[in-house]
């Protein structure tokens, strides 16, 4: 059965950098695209990044310029580097596949916390 690990997050500053990881253990096949998720308190799970197998790429537009999602498909890894970073981006971070319509192709893991202070 295969799981989503998320790493990376933590405490940073206002202004500061953290960079996640999304490695998928188990059973090895190809993953198509993948995206990154965030959930903050109180509010609704909201998309972040998705890139293709292929490497194109898309933003939501509160991180466009600030976040850079890229993948290694040889380690079926995606990462979320995340520069600039606001108080607005403390969040729960998810990784998934997405599928047509709102389905996912995993089941959500625990995630990874970020925090960013003022």
């Known amino acids: 059965q295969v799981q989503l690990v998320e790493s990376g997050g933590g405490l940073v500053q206002a202004g500061g950098s953290l960079v996640l990881s999304c490695a998928a253990s188990?059973?090895?096949?190809?993953?198509?695209?993948m995206g990154w998720y965030r959930q903050a308190v109180g509010r609704q799970r909201e998309l972040v990044a998705t890139?293709?197998?292929?490497?194109?790429?898309n933003y939501a537009d509160s991180v466009k310029g600030r976040f850079t999602i890229s993948r290694d498909n040889t380690k079926n890894t995606v990462y979320l580097q995340m520069n600039k970073m606001k108080p607005e981006d403390t969040a729960i971070y998810y990784c998934?596949?997405?599928?047509?319509?709102?389905?996912?192709?995993?089941?959500w893991s625990q995630g990874t916390q970020v925090t960013v202070s003022s």
């Open positions: 890139i293709t197998r292929g490497g194109n790429t």
């Open positions: 998934n596949a997405p599928l047509s319509g709102s389905s996912f192709l995993f089941s």
């Open positions: 188990g059973t090895f096949f190809q993953i198509g695209t």
